[in-house]
């Protein structure tokens, strides 16, 4: 999935309300590692919900009636026969104050965050000091901390002049669900190392990097794999 059928799909609407396909899922969850304004919209429309869940349950026990109140013998109203279209919950009442919530987080998306991932994608920037990974070993796993506005970096050794003509990398989670997959050529054979990029907003989690060479016929041949503990870490959060 691209950015352009994403915004088409609008898939990251449609992720948030669970209603892609688990291919269609996997896909979007695989664009969201290269791009960063699918990525805050993820976290932003995540963000919104989880403030309305919390908002909706305190504005619907405010609005109960008070006990020891009789209510009044009301007049029988008149059938609404579209009524079944607006869910209690749509009430002017309860809605009034969730949209001017989600105007509060549009506005601040437009003014802040869209500027600064601008800003961000248009200037140098100094990433964290790759962590190194090694082949197998029976040691500790290594702890890769991630930072949750600029990720992480790590460094996988590959085999020093190997005859392959690419190499291709795949990224599973701690179920063993394939998150990610990447292909590079071999351009030299006297580089021994690929530097990847980690988003910050990947889950705090166990991971496992396949290393594969893929030969010129296309054959994939399993290199090495490496197992690490990933921390992520908000910059805003004092220790």
């Known amino acids: 999935m691209d950015h352009r059928e994403a915004l088409e799909t609008m898939a990251s609407e449609r992720y948030l309300l669970g209603e892609l396909s688990p291919e269609q899922r996997d896909a979007y969850e695989e664009h969201l590692f290269d791009c960063t304004e699918c990525a805050s919209d993820a976290m932003l429309g995540a963000a919104f919900i989880d403030r309305a869940k919390a908002v909706l349950p ?51 998306q437009n003014l802040v965050t869209y500027p600064a991932l601008e800003v961000a994608a248009n200037e140098p920037q100094i990433l964290p000091a790759p962590t190194p990974l090694h082949g197998d070993t029976r040691s500790a796993l290594p702890v890769v901390h991630a930072d949750l506005l600029q990720g992480s970096t790590v460094l996988v050794e590959v085999p020093e002049g190997g005859s392959y003509a690419s190499w291709k990398f795949d990224f599973y989670n701690s179920a063993g669900k394939l998150i990610w997959t990447r292909t590079v050529a071999n351009s030299s054979p006297a580089q021994d190392t690929q530097t990847i990029w980690l988003p910050g907003h990947i889950k705090q989690d166990t991971y496992k990097l396949a290393v594969s060479g893929v030969n010129s016929t296309g054959e994939v041949v399993p290199v090495q794999q490496h197992l690490f503990d990933l921390q992520v870490v908000d910059p805003k959060v004092k220790k």
């Open 58 to 108: 305190t504005m619907q026990a405010s609005s109960a009636p008070q006990r020891g109140y009789v209510p009044t013998k009301a007049e029988p109203a008149k059938r609404d026969w579209f009524a079944w279209l607006r869910p209690a919950w749509l009430s002017p009442a309860l809605m009034v104050p969730v949209f001017a919530s989600l105007i509060g987080i549009i506005a601040y």
